[in-house]
């Protein structure tokens, strides 16, 4: 633990915010990570009052410091949360994300709404056997959990799908357009994402957008909340890791940087792009939930799965 003093009282500091220069004990750390997130809320206007807003939880840190926050906040603010979590069908992991998240759901008397990708006949574990693949597993665990949360979220009649993107994914998410030149992606890197017009299409949000990673696992630690620590075996050798790893290196160079990059390209970059912006979107034609093709994604993937199960080629 960091020796020195809290800057606003003067007690045993837990952690000096090199990026804001300010060192902090545990009560007005905690207060400063709240406001934080308070500020992102009112800021960006993401929940408005007698809103159901549903929490897509994983079980990692983020999610579950985002369910516990706004857990906590939802009474004064006057919203309702729901609890969304797509149990992936990972052997040993999923077991283990799927208790925390159940925990948390009884302990704070939440509604909770699960899908097995075991009972769907697409666990992770199945389609990682799979050969021939197109893409990578990260990206067929977004689909995955994309289309899902915004199905469930619709199903319960949720206003919002709040999720635990952190100011370091947006980072990474950012470096990623760029690299990809996925310029329509990259219009949408904002806390809160208006849908295209489509009744199907739920409204997200992401309080945690301007909170860094380290302070949230902080938060954590000192809140003693329980989560899953170990990272999903499939996640290893990903790109977005190494994007992670090299905006850590370049902050604790250059305090300030993470926040840096995305402040900028809020306020000077983003409106450029709104020619890139969807004000329509299709439906696909085998679930009827959106899709900017004639399928979704998620259809597409499901019956490649089928048709391998059956002896066909993926391809």
């Not at 977005?240 to 250059?254: A, I, M, V, Y």
Request: charged share 30%.
């Amino acid at each position: 633990m960091p020796l020195g003093g809290c800057k606003l009282c003067g007690r045993r500091m837990v952690v000096h915010l090199k990026y804001a220069n300010l060192s902090l004990c545990e009560e007005h750390f905690i207060d400063f990570f709240e406001n934080r997130v308070i500020r992102t809320i009112k800021r960006y206007k993401l929940i408005k009052e007698n809103e159901k807003i549903a929490v897509a939880v994983s079980g990692g840190k983020d999610s579950i410091v985002l369910l516990y926050v706004l857990n906590k906040l939802a009474k004064d603010m006057k919203f309702t949360l729901s609890i969304l979590h797509v149990d992936l069908g990972i052997n040993g992991y999923s077991e283990s994300c799927r208790r925390v998240v159940e925990k948390y759901a009884s302990e704070y008397g939440l509604e909770l709404n699960i899908v097995n990708m075991k009972e769907e006949g697409m666990s992770l574990d199945k389609i990682a056997t799979m050969k021939g693949l197109s893409r990578k597993l990260c990206s067929i665990c977004g689909i995955i959990k994309r289309y899902w949360f915004n199905r469930i979220a619709y199903e319960i009649g949720a206003d919002k799908l709040a999720t635990g993107h952190t100011l370091d994914d947006a980072d990474q998410i950012l470096l990623q357009c760029l690299m990809s030149g996925d310029m329509r992606q990259l219009y949408k890197l904002y806390p809160i994402v208006y849908s295209p017009l489509h009744p199907r299409l739920i409204i997200r949000i992401r309080p945690l957008f301007e909170s860094p990673e380290e302070d949230i696992l902080l938060y954590a630690r000192i809140k003693e909340l329980e989560f899953v620590e170990h990272k999903c075996p499939y996640a290893s050798g990903a790109l977005s890791l190494d994007l992670k790893k090299l905006l850590n290196e370049l902050e604790s160079r250059h305090p300030n940087t993470k926040l840096s990059i995305y402040r900028n390209f809020v306020k000077r970059i983003r409106h450029l792009l709104k020619v890139y912006r969807e004000d329509e979107i299709g439906t696909c034609k085998t679930c009827g939930f959106p899709s900017s093709l004639g399928e979704c994604a998620y259809c597409r993937l499901k019956r490649k799965v089928l048709k391998y199960e059956r002896g066909g080629k993926l391809r």
